[in-house]
Nanobody
């Protein structure tokens, strides 16, 4: 089992920045991919950014050039730096981890629906 706890959400005006953090504990050695996902009211959960244990990264097209993902394996933490935020970035953001394989891009796009650990989520609200 892996436990994930997010922090750092909040409210910001359009164009602003926020940094999300995720603290992982438990059987973290078994996880291969970690990432951030989001879900806006009335919409399906979608991938935002993911990273594998080798440091390879994938981003959703909607956040490329604005968001950065990083991990500190020694501290078992995952971060998401969000810059140039837009109102359409408003959502509940979830930290996730999986020991399942397949490509990183596949997990970000679709594979997160199975065999994935989730945090409780942190709200990000961007006002225009």
């Amino acid at each position: 089992q892996v436990q994930l706890v997010e922090s750092g959400g909040g409210s910001v005006q359009s164009g602003g920045s926020l940094r999300l953090s995720c603290a992982a504990s438990g059987d973290t050695a078994s996880t291969y991919y970690m990432g951030w996902f989001r879900q806006a009211p009335g919409k399906e959960r979608e991938g935002v950014a993911a990273i594998d244990s080798a440091g390879n990264i994938q981003f959703a097209d909607s956040v490329k050039g604005r968001f950065t993902i990083s991990q500190d394996n020694a501290k078992n933490t995952l971060s998401l730096q969000m810059n140039s935020l837009k109102p359409e970035d408003t959502a509940m953001y979830y930290c996730a981890a999986t020991s399942a394989r397949g490509t990183l891009g596949w997990w970000l796009l679709l594979g997160f629906r199975w065999n994935t650990y989730w945090g409780q989520g942190t709200q990000v609200t961007v006002s225009s």
